[in-house]
Nanobody, 125 residues
């Protein structure tokens, strides 16, 4: 599985962005697909994810209520929409896929086997 995140950029606080995670092929429903972010000097942190079989979604408290993960019908692209962006959302955003993640490990970066290059999101105040 090869993944590529895109859609980052510079946006003012209060604005919105939609990030895309394109897979080299159809993302098997057996994979969980997650979004993570890493700000300078900080550890990589969970943002949101589809569980395996795209059965449900899970969000970090920091973005809950203002973000949405979705996918295209061909299951080759997963999206992350974040609204009401804040300066603390500034980070490099990554998408990742996990073949064996379960609900409890969804937020754990080490549960994901496949990672794509990140996309920079900068939110100005």
């Amino acid at each position: 599985v090869q993944l590529q995140a895109s859609g980052g950029g510079l946006v003012q606080a209060g604005g919105s962005l939609r990030l895309s995670c394109a897979a080299s092929g159809r993302i098997s429903s057996n994979y969980a697909v997650g979004w993570f972010r890493q700000a300078p000097g900080k550890e990589r942190e969970f943002v949101a994810a589809f569980t395996r079989n795209f059965g449900s979604t899970r969000y970090a408290d920091s973005v809950k209520g203002r973000s949405t993960v979705s996918r295209d019908s061909a299951k080759t692209t997963v999206y992350l929409q974040i609204n009401s962006l804040k300066p603390e959302d500034t980070a490099v955003y990554y998408c990742a896929a996990a073949a064996r993640a379960i609900w409890s490990t969804i937020p754990t970066p080490t549960a994901y086997e496949y990672w794509g290059p990140g996309t920079q999101v900068t939110v100005s105040s």
